[in-house]
Structures are given as structure tokens and as C-alpha cells.
């Protein structure tokens, strides 16, 4: 037995190739379509169909079928690994509208045939970048953002144009790009080297590498801001930390305040109730001094009564002695 034979393995579709069902051209150009697969030994053929109708390549003029060895990529197990493999395609040249269906390619080996389906679409003017808006400024930049749309097929590379509003002039930076493939996302950029407290009219535009262009998004008005703003901002700011302290304190006193306040009133509350408690709430001064009138005439019993049984002492009449007295000397 042979042990050094090598292990056969069936041709695969790589997941770079998976990835690629919908595949671009654009009228009256050339394009390649392709799929790229790995396997050992190689395929034996390769069968292009157009509609299900087999492709005849000998009509060079229209169709070249071609491989050629190269490195696929492939995921195995969550991770992407290079391989050695195989890059199947289809040149059509001078696309006119009927081009533009399924083409599926099957290769043959020992094993069972692999198939896979490509959709040839036609090359689209990029669709207009939606949500463009602000999103922060500085005295000498400006950020803004936006979501990205279909690129018509192609790449796209996204620009974003800015002048002082008033003038004529704009200025155009290429705020990054965007794969066929790549999952869109919301996207930001941040124009810088702009002046300090100036209004800027901004705009931006996708273009693809079929060199077609979107059309504008509507004019943005944004503003940078100056250095006097910052400063009266961080003033501001400052006051703002300051009364909101301030407030703070001044509450914390006032509920200090009222707690004191409360445990005063507890206490006084408190005092009231033991002083209900001995019954001295009850005693009037009036009763006092009833009390006083009692006890005086407990203790002196006769001291009223003396008073009713003497009655009026009998007046002594003075004139009446001396008449009585002039009478005796009379009679000497």
C-alpha cells in the first residue's frame, strides 16, 4: 500500500467567492467574472453557462474563460486562513443590456460537480449619502455625518466640498471609501484648518470607481466657533459651577436648619407633656388664692366671727363727761 498518496479533496468555493453572488459591469466596457476555489488535485473542466444556455468561448471576441493558480481566502472555524487555490473567471466583452443575467460556472473533477450562480447587474450612478449633518465644531474644525448608500455596484469614495458661505470657491477633501462588500455603517469626518467664527456652506457627493457620481446632498450651513465664545463659555461655566455650589451649600444650611428646628420642637413637645402630666395645668391663680382664704381660716377660726360679735363699740361722748364735770363744779 501506498502511504504517501496524497488525499484528494473535492473543489470548494472559497468565502471571498460566497460573498460575490451579485457581480457589476457597465454597458458598452468589458468585465471579469470570477470565482475563486481550492482543491487538490485541480478540476478537470470548467462549463460556463448564460441563462442556463452553455457559453461557446471560442468566440473570442466576446468570451475568454480562463484559470489560474492564486491565494484564496477562506474562514474555518470563525477564523480566516490563506489556501492555495484556483481563480476561475469570464471576460464578456462590450456589454450591451441582455448581458446583464445569471451566469453559472460548474467544475468537474472526480468528485460530484460544484456549481455556483453569479448575477451580473449593470453599474449604477451612486445613490445620494443620506442623515449629512453636524455633529461638533471648534474654533478651527467641523464634524459631520453621514450614512452611506449603494455605490451602484463599485466601490465608492465619498467627498465632502466646504467654503465661507459667501464666496464662490469650494473646497473638496476625500472623507474616505467604501467596498462593494462591506457592511455599511454610519459614518464621520472632521474638516479641520478651518478660520476661527466663520459660517461655512458644506456639502458632499459619492462617486465609484466606474467614475459615476451621486448627486449632492443639500446645502449644510455650520459654524465654527471663536475664540471669544470659548472664553465666554468657560466663564460662563465657571459661574454656573459657582452659583450651582453656592445653592448647595445654602440648602444644605437650610435643611440643617430645619432639623434643628424640629429636634427643638420635639423637645419642647416633650417638656409639654410631662408638664400635663402633674396635673399643674389645671391650677388657676383664682383657686390659689381661694386655697390661701381656707387655709387662713382654718388656722384662725374666730378671727371673722370676733369681728360679727363685737359689732359697733359704743361711742364715748366727750362733751357729755365735761357737761357731767361742769356740773359738779357748779355745785361747789
Known amino acids: 500500500m501506498n502511504v504517501n498518496k496524497r488525499m484528494e ?11 460575490r453572488v451579485k457581480q457589476f459591469g457597465e454597458i458598452n466596457k468589458a468585465v471579469d467574472i470570477y470565482v475563486n476555489v481550492y482543491c487538490d488535485p485541480k478540476f478537470t473542466s470548467v462549463v460556463w453557462t448564460h441563462e442556463g444556455v452553455p457559453i461557446t468561448t471560442q468566440n473570442i471576441a466576446k468570451y475568454v474563460s480562463s484559470s489560474s493558480p492564486t491565494i484564496v481566502m477562506h474562514t474555518i ?30 467544475l468537474r473533477s472526480g468528485f460530484p460537480d460544484v456549481r455556483f450562480t453569479i448575477v451580473l447587474e449593470s453599474a449604477s450612478v451612486p445613490e445620494t449619502p443620506g442623515n449629512f449633518s453636524t455633529v461638533a465644531s ?5 464634524t459631520v455625518q453621514w450614512d452611506p448608500h449603494s455605490g451602484g455596484g463599485y466601490k465608492q469614495i465619498f467627498h465632502i466640498q466646504y467654503r465661507v458661505q459667501g464666496s464662490s470657491e469650494w473646497t473638496t477633501v476625500s472623507a474616505g471609501e467604501e467596498d462593494i462588500n462591506e457592511q455599511r455603517r454610519r459614518r464621520t469626518y472632521e474638516v479641520k ?36 465664545s470659548t472664553t465666554s463659555s468657560a466663564v ?3 459661574v454656573v459651577g459657582v452659583v450651582v455650589t453656592l445653592v448647595i451649600v445654602c440648602a444644605s444650611f437650610i435643611v440643617i436648619l430645619l432639623i434643628k428646628r424640629n429636634k427643638g420642637k420635639d423637645k419642647r413637645e416633650k417638656n409639654d407633656k410631662c408638664y400635663v402630666n402633674t396635673g399643674f395645668h ?10 390661701m382664704e381656707n387655709k387662713f381660716d382654718v388656722e384662725h377660726p374666730q378671727s371673722s366671727k370676733t369681728y360679727e360679735t363685737l359689732g359697733t363699740k359704743e361711742k364715748i361722748s366727750v362733751y357729755d363727761d365735761l357737761e ?4 359738779v363744779y357748779g355745785k361747789l
Open 282 to 291: 389645671n391650677i388657676h391663680i383664682g383657686d390659689a388664692y381661694e386655697e
Open 236 to 238: 460662563i461655566g465657571a
Open 138 to 142: 471648534s474654533a478651527t474644525s467641523i
Open 193 to 228: 484648518t478651518l478660520q476661527e467664527g466663520k459660517a461655512y456652506e458644506m456639502r458632499m457627493y459619492a462617486e465609484n470607481t466606474a467614475m459615476k457620481r451621486s448627486n449632492f446632498t443639500e446645502v449644510l450651513i455650520s459654524y465654527t466657533q471663536s475664540s471669544e
Open 77 to 106: 472555524h470563525g477564523k480566516e486562513i490563506q489556501l492555495d487555490g484556483f481563480n476561475v473567471s469570464l471576460t464578456i466583452n462590450e456589454l450591451k443590456a441582455e448581458d446583464f443575467a445569471n451566469y453559472t460556472v460548474t
Open 9 to 19: 479533496t473535492q473543489p470548494v468555493l472559497s468565502s471571498d467567492t460566497i460573498d
Open 324 to 327: 357731767n364735770t361742769k356740773g
